[in-house]
């Protein structure tokens, strides 16, 4: 073990992982994204000064900070405009993100929505043309029984208004600070919409919380920041997800997500989302684990031109826990860079990553992962297990697992596989009645079916499906 | 009543020079009869298999693979037009060839994790039946059935999807039935397909596949390979109640006379350098088990 580790601490992970500190100049003479620019996003919000100060904190922090591109094997994101932002995250202006009218979107998404069963009244919330979808309505009843209980359930823009307290407390402070890189600087100078889940002690909310279909016309789409705080020995699953590509001609999404699991408390996280291919999902998602707590990580990243997302959870109370279960397709143009990372930072501690990921034609996926055990972490335990599926040749994937192991007394366990979607296993299943496509969705499904059982079915049911469409080339 | 004829089948590697196996194979089988096919190593008996089911590491360079078909082969319902009764293999995807009745049971069956034999072989019965009504419906009715097909038919949210001709329930039944027949542990039915099986778990998941899609020709590629002396009477007793009880064809590729005892063939037929050299009935594979095959090694070849 200890020669192993050795190695392991040799792997330079830092550089991988945190973005350089130094100046660049690079986006310093940016004329889009200006102070009066922020001013403006609050004082339409009608937000307090305390808020405004922290955007305008966070803009100095992005401007100061380089771009994440000298990753090996990451997207390039030269093609990002940050410029061309400004329409979008400022409703005084009259370019909006979205399109006006349904026949405006193009043809491979307007296909998506059809394949995908999605009714027009939906088609055109989600896609920005109509009102606001009526979701509200659907939890109205459910928020009432919640209310009882101290259960809050809320838009982040209510939050800050009716939270104050509580949000001074939590927002972009412990977990996701604005300088952890420079997409969450930027998400913290722009941040709109989302959602705020707070659960008090003892308390337990037995149907899963769900942001779903939630968009509005002013970018809250986009810069999406969802709050978690789950008090002692509560337990709640929050639910996100979109199955219908969001489209906006804007190509940039950069959410936040920022979870609070206290004393014996129990929060699962699941995701599926799937991007119009157009766009550079640029994420920050992170969680605080008390003692005994335990953080679940569920995603599902279907869609856009190139995703970089690693989910990390900071097991910083003595036998918090963790899961990860990723799932990650890249088709033709895709680069999708997805991964978990875990700091182990008290005794006993545990941490289980899956990650299944699937390329075709010439789509790259890749798995970047930490581990990290601090020293005194003891009696810590880790397993790492990603597998990869390739179409074809053309296709790639990388596996990154860095683990920086500081305690001698953990137990590290690791797994890898990558491969090509085999031609004997797609005859077998031909030589059953199944032709090509459905013989290779079958394999895909069984290769994910670790990963869809995790999920609520619904959701299973809707991965399954999307994976079908992107397999047979129709998804927008 | 169908028949399956392969005549003058050449057949190489898929590649360039890619070797040549199939040297001219002429054969003959009815539904209803058991064939069994023998020849030493090397000779092309798997490769006559694969070639019938369609493999694409197999060119077919010369000769032909049809399927001859008769009204009622497919259930007294199922109405086959004149013009639809012979069909030409060799232009069909093995999909397209396992909806019109022809079943490959594989000398090394695929592993495939996470699909459960359940959901595999429903999916697949319900595709071959699917598949078999296109290839039988008038060429004019095909458009309108495609349109239909676009789209989900609920949205995902709402429900599941078309259950397909066989539905869940009545599917269970039917497995369970023939999962009692092959004397199989009835929690197979929720395992992954093949995967972690044994050798003889796998052998008679074969024919339990091949006693579900109910085909009119079943190829067994050395199906008593590997098996216990139990096991090889449970997968014989499968393959003589696929004859005898939904009138299959059998052309059985073997090494050894010893599952012959207990699936007694009508003809056997001994493969050498890519050709049939020798057809009779069961006494030529007992000739065999106690002489061995240079015998018709000699004949061929004072013959030629």
């Known amino acids: 073990m200890s020669s192993d580790q050795d190695h392991l601490k040799q792997t330079d992970t830092e550089k991988r992982f945190e973005f350089k500190k130094e100046e660049s100049s690079a986006f310093k003479a940016e004329k889009g994204l200006t102070e009066e620019t922020i001013r403006v996003i609050s004082e339409d919000k009608d937000e307090p000064q305390w808020m405004l100060d922290r955007r305008l904190r966070a803009l100095k922090q992005f401007h100061e900070m380089p771009m994440p591109d000298d990753w090996p094997g990451a997207p390039d994101l030269s093609e990002v405009d940050v410029d061309e932002i400004v329409p979008y995250i400022r409703p005084d202006v009259e370019t909006r993100g979205g399109v006006d009218d349904w026949n405006d979107l193009p043809d491979e998404i307007k296909d998506t929505f059809d394949k995908l069963g999605i009714p027009e009244a939906e088609k055109n919330a989600l896609s920005g043309v109509g009102a606001q979808y009526e979701s509200e309505v659907v939890y109205q009843n459910m928020q009432e029984r919640w209310e009882e209980k101290g259960v809050i359930f809320c838009d982040m823009d209510k939050a800050v208004r009716e939270h104050p307290e509580i949000l001074k407390e939590y927002f972009m402070t412990k977990a996701v600070p604005p300088s952890d890189n420079k997409f969450a600087a930027l998400h913290g100078a722009i941040w709109s919409g989302g959602s705020f889940v707070y659960v008090p002690e003892d308390t337990t909310v037995d149907m899963p919380v769900q942001a779903y279909f939630r968009m509005n016309s002013d970018g809250m789409g986009q810069f999406e920041h969802t709050l978690i705080i789950a008090e002692e020995n509560s337990e709640v699953h929050y639910i996100e997800g979109c199955s219908a590509p969001k489209y906006s001609e804007f190509n940039l999404h950069s959410g936040g997500v920022e979870v609070f699991v206290k004393e014996n408390a129990h929060v699962q996280y699941s995701t599926v989302q799937n991007w119009s291919k157009n766009t550079y999902n640029l994420n920050t998602k992170r969680a605080i684990a008390e003692e005994n707590a335990t953080m679940e990580w569920v995603s599902g990243s279907m869609g856009s031109k190139a995703t970089m997302l690693y989910p990390s959870t900071i097991l910083k109370g003595r036998g918090a826990t963790d899961n990860h279960i990723t799932i990650a397709f890249a088709g033709e143009g895709q680069n999708i860079d997805t991964g978990a990372k875990v700091y182990h930072n008290a005794p006993d501690t545990k941490s289980t990553i899956e990650s299944k990921s699937i390329s075709k034609d010439g789509g790259r996926t890749n798995y970047r992962g930490l581990v990290h055990i601090s020293d005194g972490a003891e009696n810590s335990s880790t397993s790492v297990e990603c597998d990869a599926l390739m179409f074809d040749n053309e296709s790639t994937s990388d596996t990154m697992p860095y683990m920086e192991i500081q305690e001698s007394k953990v137990d590290v366990a690791h797994e890898a596989t990558v491969g090509k979607i085999g031609d004997e296993d797609v005859f077998y299943l031909q030589s059953r009645g199944l032709d090509d496509d459905d013989a290779k969705q079958m394999i895909v499904a069984g290769f994910i079916e670790p990963i869809t059982e995790e999920l609520p079915i619904e959701y299973a049911v809707e991965l399954n499906r999307l994976i079908e469409l992107e397999m047979e080339g129709s998804l927008g | ?304």
């Open chain 2, 1 to 304: 009543m169908a028949r399956l004829e392969l005549s003058n089948l050449h057949a190489k590697v898929a590649e360039d020079d890619g070797e040549k196996i199939l040297d001219g194979v002429d054969l003959e089988v009815f539904s209803g009869e058991i064939h069994a096919l023998m020849g030493p190593n090397g000779s092309g008996k798997s490769t006559t298999a694969k070639v019938i089911a369609g493999h694409p590491a197999y060119e077919v360079t010369d000769g032909e693979v049809l399927l001859h078909l008769e009204e009622g082969d497919f259930g007294e319902d199922f109405e086959i037009a004149e013009d639809k009764r012979t069909w030409n293999l060799l232009e069909l995807e093995p999909n397209e060839r396992a909806a019109l009745g022809i079943f490959l049971g594989f000398q090394y069956p695929a592993e495939i994790e996470g699909v459960t034999m359940t959901n595999f072989l429903r999916t697949a019965l319900n595709a071959k039946l699917e598949e078999r009504e296109e290839l039988f419906e008038d060429d004019d009715a095909e458009d309108e059935a495609e349109e239909e097909d676009v789209g989900y038919e609920t949205s995902p949210m709402e429900g599941n999807v078309d259950e397909g001709e066989v539905g869940v329930a009545e599917f269970q039944q039917l497995l369970q039935e023939k999962m009692e027949q092959l004397d199989m542990d009835s929690k197979f039915a929720q395992r992954y397909l093949n995967a972690g099986f044994s050798g003889g778990e796998k052998k008679q998941n074969e024919v339990l596949q091949a006693a579900i899609l109910e085909p009119s020709i079943a190829v067994l590629d050395e199906i008593d390979s590997g098996l216990d002396i139990d096991r090889l009477q449970d997968v014989s007793k499968g393959i003589n109640a696929l004859r005898d009880e939904q009138g299959t064809g059998v052309l059985q590729i073997t090494h050894y006379q010893r599952i012959l005892d207990y699936v007694e063939p009508d003809h056997v037929h001994v493969m050498l350098d890519g050709k049939i050299a020798e057809s009779g009935g069961p006494e030529l594979a007992e000739k065999l088990e106690d002489e061995g095959y240079d015998w018709v090694r000699e004949q061929v070849y004072e013959t030629a």
